[in-house]
């Protein structure tokens, strides 16, 4: 298995601009997560789905962001319009729940957004 | 005040070295204690995972779980310079699979 496949792995772009970043889970992994990570607030969860179905968004921001999961094997994470404080590494992870079992997260390597 | 708290270092130890790595906590209702490593430019990857109070151990690693303090730490023996890493710390409750990570102990070994 190819693990957690993100893309794209860098962008720039400037203040103003959408952003769409990527994310292939596991195949056959019920739950998918984003994360953010920065130096000053480590990796924060932003939202995360399970059976493509979002569960818990409270994470996310502002307005500006947006996350769907329109099949089980594709996710994207949105923010428009971006902003210089997005900047950070945005992972992606999934997982595959098994009845009363906290199970492992496996982590896609990140997309690294710099917003000049 | 911050779910898990954990000191970021940057923690620099010679080779051969016992490390320790913490973390607390203000949930009591955290059941499951995990620690991830993340090399540079990489994702976080499991390295350990307890279940509730105790130790448990993995080659050079161990990982000890004191609830009624609310803290945890992972310890590394005879430690390498592929240790090498930032370690972070997670934890989630029965409930619910969102995981809550520590900010991350960035370590170096030198050789």
């Known amino acids: 298995d190819a693990g957690v496949i993100q893309s794209p792995r860098h962008e720039v772009t400037e203040m103003g601009q959408e952003v769409t970043l990527r994310c292939k889970p596991i195949s056959g992994h019920d739950y998918l997560f984003w994360y953010r990570q920065t130096m000053m607030r480590g990796l924060e969860l932003l939202i995360y789905f399970n059976n493509n179905v979002p569960i818990d968004d409270s994470g996310m921001p502002e307005d500006r962001f947006s996350a769907k999961m329109p099949n089980a094997s594709f996710s994207t994470l949105k923010i428009q319009p971006s902003e210089p404080r997005d900047s950070a590494v945005y992972f992606c992870a999934s997982s595959l729940t098994l009845a009363g079992v906290r199970n492992e997260q496996f982590f896609g390597p990140g997309t690294r957004l710099t917003v000049l | 005040q911050k779910e898990v708290e954990q000191d970021p270092g940057p923690l620099s130890v010679p080779e051969g070295a016992i490390v320790s790595l913490n973390c607390t906590y203000s949930n009591s209702a955290f059941q499951y204690f995990m620690w991830y490593r993340q090399y540079s430019r990489k994702g976080p990857e499991l390295l350990m995972y307890?279940?509730?109070?105790g130790n448990k151990e993995d080659g050079r690693f161990t990982a000890q779980v004191d609830k009624s303090s609310k803290y945890i730490s992972l310890f590394i023996r005879d430690s390498q310079p592929s240790d090498s890493a930032t370690y972070l710390c997670?934890?989630?409750?029965?409930?619910?699979?969102?995981?809550?990570f520590g900010t991350g102990t960035s370590l170096t070994v030198i050789p």
């Open positions: 997670a934890m989630s409750a029965d409930t619910g699979n969102q995981f809550y």
């Open positions: 307890t279940y509730s109070s």
